[in-house]
């Protein structure tokens, strides 16, 4: 089984020029051995401006971040199996840092929105809502270095390496 290597990056895509183009398209190609493959885009997760973008995998059809490519095979890294290093092993972290607090921006959101709410309780949930926006941002932030990292130690191909 040779190494995988990632074909296309969501979070890379969506800093390149032809972004917004592609973001309207709700799709992109890349290329595949002799020919191309269309790919879906889904926007998820619509936590105060944090919006992620997934690819629909051609292969089996999940949201997913990255594609890869192994032994001719195009995928994802769930149907690739190709192991993620920060997944498995911190889950509850993973929802006590992120998930958690991404719902309860959600929350804060929504009741932002009323018209009813006195200036001071206003106040107070918009500085919680700072908190809380800033802690999932660097914990999403520590993360992605912590992969590139991991991966880079193990001499993974990365995106953009060459
Ligand atoms: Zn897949």
Same mark, same amino acid.
């Given at each position: ?62 949201? *997913? %971040?990255? /594609?890869?490519?192994? @032994?001719?095979? +195009?995928?994802? =890294?769930?149907?690739? #199996? ?19 607090? *991404? %719902?309860? /921006?959600?929350?804060? @959101?929504?009741? +932002?929105?009323? =018209?009813?709410?006195? #200036? ?43």
């Amino acid at each position: 089984m040779s190494a995988a290597r990632v074909v296309a990056s969501l979070p890379a895509l969506a800093r390149s020029d032809g972004w917004a183009a592609t973001k309207k398209n709700r799709a992109f190609t890349i290329v595949h051995g002799d020919g191309q493959v269309d790919v879906s885009i889904v926007e998820q997760h619509k936590v105060g401006h944090l919006i992620f973008y997934f690819a629909v995998c051609p292969a089996c059809g999940h949201m *997913a %971040r990255d /594609l890869v490519e192994r @032994d001719g095979k +195009l995928g994802c =890294r769930s149907c690739l #199996r190709v192991l993620h290093p920060d997944q498995a092993l911190s889950g509850s972290k993973w929802n006590r840092l992120v998930v958690r607090p *991404a %719902r309860q /921006l959600a929350r804060i @959101d929504e009741r +932002l929105q009323r =018209r009813d709410l006195d #200036r001071n309780h206003r106040r107070r949930l918009r500085r919680r809502r700072q908190r809380l926006l800033r802690q999932v941002e660097e914990e999403l932030a520590q993360r992605q270095l912590d992969v590139v990292a991991k991966l880079a130690a193990i001499g993974f191909p990365l995106y953009g390496a060459g």
